[in-house]
């Protein structure tokens, strides 16, 4: 694993919040919008081999290879700084999942940090109007005071890749650790083969943490994303419908919806 240094901040008693790709890229989004948002500065950022083997094409057509990255923000209005971690890609299998996991915690704890909340999404067949926000946590008192914002408590199950390993990993260091998952569907992909991101579901996500580290974080810039989406979404249900229906004989495919 080879890391690049561009800063080592000093920070107060930071919390850490984590955004990986995933289903709808859900903690993606969330990561990446708080970071504009707050303006966080990039101080770390690292390759590995577990990671999967291409590079990305970006703008002006420049290779980049798949990466993980710290960011940071000084927070003048509370005596917890933020640590966002996020980046382009997870590891590719379990074990790769665990050895990266364990190296973000053993980067963090260089800064002592306080609480490390993770993001992810809650798989369902159809969210409500408004997506809700659920959670897991590592200890009871953090679920109650969880309640205050909103969200509800997750019921049995389990979350699955990076996004939910390092609440586990980190509750194994003493870190107290928060999960929150917003309600997205399984996915959609477009005619162009195109899988659709939900920034509703990360709307959700952003609202709650505001009110969580008592930060002002504009939303509207999000709002046309969202509308977009939803256009674009009821255009592939429109023409998914007939075809489940003909080979389900029902509105929806049978089976069960796992949390991711």
């Known amino acids: 694993m080879r890391l690049k240094v561009y800063e080592e901040p000093k920070l107060r008693d930071p919390y850490i919040i984590v955004g990986l790709p995933g289903i ?16 966080a500065k990039l101080f770390v950022e690292f390759y590995s081999p577990v990671f999967p083997p291409y590079v990305l094409i970006g703008e002006g057509r420049i290779v980049e290879l798949l990466k993980n990255e710290f960011y940071y923000w000084k927070n003048n209005r509370s005596k917890n700084d933020l640590i966002i971690f996020t980046g382009n890609t997870q590891a590719l ?7 990266v996991a364990e190296k973000i915690l053993d980067r963090v704890e260089e800064f002592k940090v306080k609480k490390l909340i993770s993001i992810a ?14 959670a897991a946590a590592t200890q ?3 679920l109650e005071e969880l309640k205050q914002y909103g969200v509800t408590p997750m019921g049995e199950g389990s979350i699955g890749g990076a ?27 477009t005619p162009s083969g195109r899988i659709l991101t939900d920034p509703k579901a990360a709307q ?10 008592e930060i002002d974080i504009d939303l509207r810039p999000l709002e046309e994303e969202v509308k977009l989406t939803e256009v674009v979404s009821h255009e592939v249900e429109e023409m998914k419908h007939p075809a489940i229906e003909e080979i389900y004989g029902i509105s929806h495919p049978p089976g069960d919806y796992s949390y991711i």
């Open 24 to 39: 709808g890229n859900v903690a993606k989004i969330s990561a990446d919008y708080l970071i504009k948002q707050l303006k």
């Open 93 to 99: 299998t379990s074990k790769a999942q665990y050895v």
């Open 121 to 134: 999404a809650y798989v369902v067949d159809r969210p409500d109007e408004k997506p809700k926000v659920y």
């Open 140 to 142: 009871p008192e953090l």
């Open 163 to 189: 996004n939910g390993l390092i609440v586990g990993l980190a509750k194994v260091r003493n870190i107290s650790g928060i999960c929150l998952l917003s309600e997205t569907l399984p996915g959609y992909i």
């Open 204 to 213: 959700a996500i952003l609202e709650v943490l505001s009110k969580m580290l």
